[in-house]
């Protein structure tokens, strides 16, 4: 008797929420701005819940079965218009069972083909039949010689900004959000990971489930596959990698429990549950990807003396800024960026220290700057602008350290106008109201203004306007001091006038902050200037990858061939295009350098991503 109520209940309960879920299929959507990066017509018909059931094929490089894609098509449109590329469609099915007509559109340069499909009035799910290509963008098939352990093949997605086209059919804007599932078959060696819920071992059949129940852009749509393992590093946080690389990552990445206990005292509660991160091998094309709740890391900030992780204070910043406050389009991709490196800021200052925090500020100015001089250089200063005007373009385009460092600058600015104590109220307070929901340039001015710069004053002193539609960097912007790198300032110029030679420099406790300083300050090197640096503090053979990029760029400017070698190992051996794409560009400035350039890409051009080798490809071409 107790059990039958029990069930009438359970029962009771399940009606009632599939009538919550029905009307709340029907309800009306918050226009959303025109995403002049996508094809699907979002203000018509909008994705709701994603279901995916696919495999992955290794040895087609493809993976290949059928999404589900649950959308409320509030206005009644007889379409659904998704974003494709180099996807081959089989079969589309109405959730009446019928077969839907679809048809895909011209294939256009980055963007890929409409897919358009006929749908009805009350039409609540389409499922879509379909397989990758083997050259789609976003996903990079690795054979086993190009993983840590040389013995399993490995896979692994990039999807931002607009490549989840090309591993699955959806309205691919930052602007939708929708929940998904995922089953995903792959050979029972291997582990799959996504941004989702994850398991932490392998399952012996290797087909795996995944729920994420929070609503996510495509863009943070990621998977995974490879000889992982998993070891925690903390209440909610732990980490993936190839068993050859797991208790280094492990120890590299130490502090990402206090990181998290520091970023929600500050901004709030972390909204995603666990947080992890998983080493790829070295080919994956970015320092880190925040997919949710589980950030994709390249092995280059494993260096071995915890000096590169300021990276993962970053990607676990944007759980608030970016997963939670999402740029509605690529036009506002500073709001992702800008207030995660604020953000990122804080948490290294934080966990860390403010000198140490104080010099990571002070090289990401120098960034800036460099940056700015660069695209004034190209007759490109409204590429300095922190809102942009990427219409027509690739978003890639965007990406430069205007969104980054000219985005923390101004945030930095504002707080140096209202104290940190209000300002900090003001974006907890940001983060909360704007959880899951898209947000544009205009939109989060018109909320500062609100909400924090009331006072006319304050807001004159800002500059809002400057600093958003302006180039460059407005001159209120606040000074950074720091001793530490004084001090390199004082060994740069030292070297620099050749008043001590590299031996007599004190570099004593330099770290790796302090190389770059030093590293990017100096000038009119000579060929016996490189050996004495290269005698003295043996920068060729560093194992530290942000140094190495740094070094060989100066190898390239004076043509030290000495470390030419060490070059090509490192061109080939690592993928991340933030190395790639400056040492390239130095190399092609002359025609020796280019054709040894080419030379190599031609070893290393198949082991790179496609992010990284479009890049290449335009500069050698
Ligand atoms: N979300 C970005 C990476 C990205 C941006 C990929 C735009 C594709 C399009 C990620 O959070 C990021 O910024 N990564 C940086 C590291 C960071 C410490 C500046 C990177 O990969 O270098
Ligand atoms: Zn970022």
């Excluded at 430069?400 to 307070?429: H, I, M, N, P, S």
Aim: contains cysteine; hydrophobic residues 35%; proline residues 4%.
């Amino acid at each position: 008797m107790r059990i039958g109520i029990v069930y009438f209940i359970i029962i009771l309960i399940t009606l009632v929420g599939c009538n919550n879920n029905t009307s709340q299929t029907n309800s009306v959507p918050v226009e959303l701005s025109k995403d002049a990066h996508s094809y699907a017509n979002i203000n018509e018909v909008r994705i709701e819940h994603m279901s995916l059931d696919l495999s992955a094929d290794f040895e087609k490089k493809i993976l290949e079965g059928k999404v589900r894609l649950d959308i409320n098509n509030w206005t009644g449109s007889n379409k659904l218009v998704l974003d494709s590329r180099k996807l081959s469609i089989n079969e589309i099915i109405l959730n009446n069972g019928k077969q839907a007509s679809f048809e895909l559109g011209e294939d256009k340069e980055p963007f890929g083909q409409p897919l358009t499909i006929a749908i009805e009035q009350n039409t609540k799910s389409v499922t879509i039949d379909y397989a990758t290509s083997s050259n789609s963008d976003a996903l990079q098939w690795l054979n086993p010689s190009q993983t840590f352990g040389k013995e399993h093949p490995f896979l692994f997605s990039q999807s931002q900004a607009i490549l989840a086209r090309t591993w699955i059919p959806c309205q691919d804007g930052p602007g939708v959000k929708f929940t998904y599932d995922a089953t995903i078959k792959t050979d029972p060696n291997l582990m799959v990971l996504m941004s989702a819920k994850n398991g932490t071992k392998k399952n012996s059949e290797g087909v795996y489930t995944f729920e994420m129940d929070q609503p996510v852009s495509s863009y943070l749509m990621a998977i995974t596959i490879g000889d992982l393992e998993f070891q925690s590093t903390g209440r909610n946080s732990g980490v993936y990698a190839e068993p050859a690389m797991l208790s280094k990552s492990v120890w590299e990445l130490e502090s990402m429990q206090s990181m998290i206990d520091s970023a929600e005292a500050l901004y709030g509660e972390y909204a995603w549950g666990q947080y992890d991160v998983v080493i790829l091998p070295p080919s994956f094309p970015f320092g880190g990807m925040e997919n949710p709740r589980l950030t994709f890391a390249t092995p280059t900030i494993i260096s071995g003396d915890r000096s590169l992780v300021s990276l993962i204070a970053h990607e676990l910043a944007h759980s608030w800024s970016g997963n939670l406050v999402t740029n509605e389009t690529w036009n506002d991709f500073w709001l992702n960026e800008g207030f995660t490196v604020y953000f990122e800021q804080r948490i290294m200052e934080k966990v860390y220290g403010s000198e140490y925090e104080k010099m990571l500020t002070k090289l990401g100015m120098g960034d800036l700057e460099h940056t700015i001089k660069k695209l004034n250089k190209k007759g490109k200063p409204e590429e300095t602008h922190l809102y942009l005007n990427l219409d027509g373009r690739d978003p890639d385009d965007g990406l430069t350290d205007v969104a980054y460092e000219k985005g923390r600058f101004f945030l930095q600015t504002v707080e140096a106008t209202v104290g940190r104590e209000r300002f900090d109220k003001f974006l907890k307070q940001y983060f909360t109201t704007n959880a899951f929901k898209p947000m544009n340039t205009k939109r989060f001015i018109g909320y500062l203004k609100d909400n924090l710069l009331q006072d006319p004053e304050e807001l004159k002193k800002v500059r809002i306007d400057e600093w958003v539609y302006g180039p460059g960097i407005p001159s209120n912007v606040p000074e950074i001091y720091s001793q530490e790198l004084d001090r390199v300032e004082l060994a740069i110029s030292q070297f620099n006038n050749k008043r001590k030679t590299a031996s007599e420099l004190n570099t004593a406790n330099y770290t790796t902050h302090h190389w770059l300083y030093f590293l990017r300050g100096l000038k009119n090197l000579e060929l016996y200037k490189m050996n004495d640096l290269d005698n003295t503090f043996n920068f060729t053979k560093t194992g530290n990858s942000e140094i190495a990029c740094d070094w060989f760029k100066h190898c390239i400017d004076t043509d030290y061939k000495e470390a030419f070698p060490a070059l090509e190992v490192f061109l080939i051996s690592v993928g991340r295009r933030k190395f790639l794409q400056p040492l390239y560009e130095k190399l092609a400035e002359t025609e020796e350098n280019r054709d040894w350039a080419k030379a190599v890409y031609e070893k290393a051009r198949p082991g790179y991503h496609s992010v990284s080798y479009n890049t290449i490809d335009e500069i050698l071409k």
